[in-house]
C-alpha cells in the first residue's frame, strides 16, 4: 500500500512563500493524481490543488490560483505545492491525497490515499 508523508510547512508571514512536498513510499506513484486538502480549525476541510498522473492537467481552487502552484516529479515519487503571497487565511493543516484512477476529483472522497498532515501558519 502506498504511503504519503508530507513535508515543508512552518511558520511564514504574510506575503511570503513556502513549498509542500509529498514524498510516496510505494513504486506506482506516476500512475496516480495527486491533490493538495487544507482544513482550518472549526472547518471542512476543502480542496486547494490537483495535478493528474502525467501532469498535463492541475486544478485549482479559486482562491489560491494565481498564488499557488502543484507540480510532480515522477522520478522522485514527489508531489509538490508552491504557495506564494500567502495569506492569514491560508493557515491550515495541508494534506495530500492520491487517486490511483490518475484522474482529478475536486472532492476528498475521490482520493484513496492520505498523508498525515503539515501545519501552515501565516502570521506577522
Known amino acids: 500500500q502506498e504511503q504519503f508523508v508530507e513535508s515543508g510547512g512552518g511558520l511564514v508571514q504574510p506575503g511570503g512563500s513556502l513549498r509542500l512536498s509529498c514524498a510516496a513510499s510505494?513504486?506506482?506513484?506516476?500512475?496516480?493524481?495527486v491533490g493538495w486538502f487544507r482544513q482550518a480549525p472549526g472547518k471542512e476541510r476543502e480542496f486547494v490543488a490537483a495535478?493528474?498522473?502525467?501532469?498535463?492537467?492541475?486544478v485549482y481552487a479559486d482562491s489560491v490560483k494565481g498564488r499557488f502552484t502543484i507540480s510532480r516529479d515522477n522520478a522522485k515519487n514527489t508531489g509538490y505545492l508552491q504557495m506564494n503571497s500567502l495569506k492569514p487565511e491560508d493557515m491550515a493543516v495541508y494534506y495530500c491525497?492520491?487517486?490511483?484512477?490518475?484522474?482529478?476529483?475536486?472532492?476528498?472522497?475521490?482520493?484513496?490515499?492520505w498523508g498525515q498532515g503539515t501545519q501552515v501558519t501565516v502570521s506577522s
Open positions: 491525497a492520491a487517486n490511483p484512477a490518475g484522474n482529478v476529483p475536486l472532492t476528498s472522497v475521490g482520493y484513496d490515499y
Open positions: 510505494g513504486r506506482t506513484f506516476s500512475t496516480y493524481a
Open positions: 495535478i493528474n498522473w502525467s501532469g498535463r492537467r492541475v
